[in-house]
């Protein structure tokens, strides 16, 4: 188990961080799941100015253990969507992903935010049902990078707790 965790909120300087473990973690954990083209094309995008935004405005968690990033999280709470959930390889299937998951939707829960959506990665949806989340469709997305890929989209109802101000 990855007891030994600290979280902390991403700071802009840590996306070179973040997108190295994004696609480690994909290059290992969705091949198998999409024609290996496809999968490179969408690894190869660059961050979107949506996602910079996002880390700028404070939604995103990092997992470290000592001073190295081992997975991070992020919320589009305009959106209402688990924008990106991601564990460096060396750490899966240690219980990192569902701590970093349960952050994220007390960070979404704070915000006010009732259904939190998402779309899985083929590879992640096992994941995700196993953290209460329904499966309402498998579907085809089209990826800012011109990829055509398939996706869960899911969604879980969280509980309420609004940050008092
Ligand atoms: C999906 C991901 C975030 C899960 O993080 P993790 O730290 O490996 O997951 P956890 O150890 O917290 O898993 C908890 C439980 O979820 C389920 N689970 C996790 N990964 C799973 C997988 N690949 N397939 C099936 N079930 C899985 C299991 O029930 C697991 O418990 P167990 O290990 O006791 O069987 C991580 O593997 C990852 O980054 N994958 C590649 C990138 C990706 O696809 N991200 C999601 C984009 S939508």
């Not at 840590?14 to 696609?23: G, K, T």
């Not at 290992?28 to 999968?39: D, I, S, T």
């Not at 924008?83 to 960070?107: I, K, T, W, Y």
């Not at 994941?127 to 869960?152: M, N, Q, T, W």
Request: with cysteine; aromatic share 8%; charged share 25%.
């Amino acid at each position: 188990m990855c007891n030994e965790l600290a979280f902390r909120v991403a700071a802009p300087d840590d996306l070179p961080a973040l997108w190295s473990i994004r696609n480690r973690a994909a290059r290992v954990q969705c091949a198998g799941h999409y024609p290996p083209a496809a999968l490179e094309t969408w690894l190869a995008a660059a961050p979107s100015d949506g996602f910079r935004h996002l880390l700028r405005q404070g939604h995103a968690i990092v997992a470290e253990q000592g001073r190295n990033i081992v997975g991070y999280t992020v919320v589009d709470v305009g959106e209402r969507e688990l924008e990106a959930l991601f564990v460096a390889p060396d750490h899966f299937r240690r219980g990192c992903g569902s701590q970093l998951l349960a952050r994220a939707e007390e960070l979404a829960s704070q915000e006010g935010i009732v259904t939190l959506t998402l779309s899985a990665a083929l590879n992640a949806i096992d994941f995700y049902l196993a953290h209460d989340y329904e499966l309402l469709a498998i579907d085809d997305y089209a990826h800012r990078s011109g990829v055509r890929l398939k996706r869960g989209v899911m969604q879980k109802s969280l509980k309420i707790s609004r940050r008092s101000s």
